[in-house]
């Protein structure tokens, strides 16, 4: 999984990144957002974030 354009969105207080997941030879992007403060753990952020790419996705890796 690759984590690509992380920010945050201080207004609506998420971040948002798009998620890519490699399967099959072909790269699913998931368009992903988690709330949370700025100062949360970046570790925190990506975990959520990729969590968050698996769910939306319609096959387990």
């Known amino acids: 999984m690759h984590i690509k354009n992380l920010r945050y969105n201080a207004a609506a207080g998420v971040f948002k ?11 699913f992007r998931y368009p992903c957002e988690v709330p949370g403060p700025h100062s949360m753990d970046q570790n925190a952020v990506i975990d959520r974030l ?3 790419a698996l769910q939306m996705s319609d096959t387990q890796i």
Do not use: K, L
């Open 17 to 27: 990144a798009s998620v890519d997941i490699e399967r099959f030879g072909r790269t």
């Open 50 to 52: 990729r969590h968050r």
